[in-house]
C-alpha cells in the first residue's frame, strides 16, 4: 500500500484509517516466540503522509497492548495512532469496560 492505492480524490472523504498489526501493518508477529515483526516502510511513510492531510490512523488489533506500545515506540510510530483497540479479547465479546466516548467520536 502506498499513496497511489488511496486516490487523491478520495482523501477529502477519509478521515480515519483502521489498521490491523500482524501481517498487515508490519511483517511478522508480535508474539514472544520469534524475532520482532519487521514494520513496513510503506505503511509508515501512509500513515505521516495521510497525518498531513488531517487523516488519523487507529489500530485494531488482537495482541498484547503492552507489546504493541513498545514495539510501535521502538519504531517511532507510536504517536502517530489515535484510540488503539488492541487487547486479546475476541471483537465478538463484549467489552466489560466500555469506553463512554469522551471524545464524541462517531461512526457513520
Known amino acids: 500500500m502506498d499513496d497511489e492505492t488511496i486516490p487523491e480524490e478520495a482523501i477529502p472523504n477519509i478521515r480515519v484509517l ?3 498489526l500482524d501481517e498487515s501493518f508490519w ?8 524475532p520482532p515483526p519487521r ?3 510503506q505503511h509508515c511513510a501512509l500513515v505521516k503522509s ?9 489500530i485494531c488489533s488482537r495482541n498484547d497492548p503492552t507489546a504493541v506500545r513498545a514495539h510501535l515506540q521502538c519504531l517511532g510510530m507510536w504517536e ?5 483497540s488492541v ?8 467489552n466489560p469496560n466500555p469506553n463512554p466516548n469522551p471524545n464524541q467520536v462517531q461512526a457513520f
Open 18 to 20: 483502521i489498521w490491523d
Open 27 to 34: 511483517s511478522g508477529t508480535l508474539d514472544d516466540a520469534g
Open 39 to 41: 514494520p513496513i516502510a
Open 50 to 58: 495521510l497525518a498531513a492531510r488531517g487523516v488519523v490512523s487507529s
Open 80 to 84: 502517530w495512532f489515535v484510540f488503539a
Open 87 to 94: 487487547s486479546w479479547e475476541m471483537p465478538s465479546k463484549p
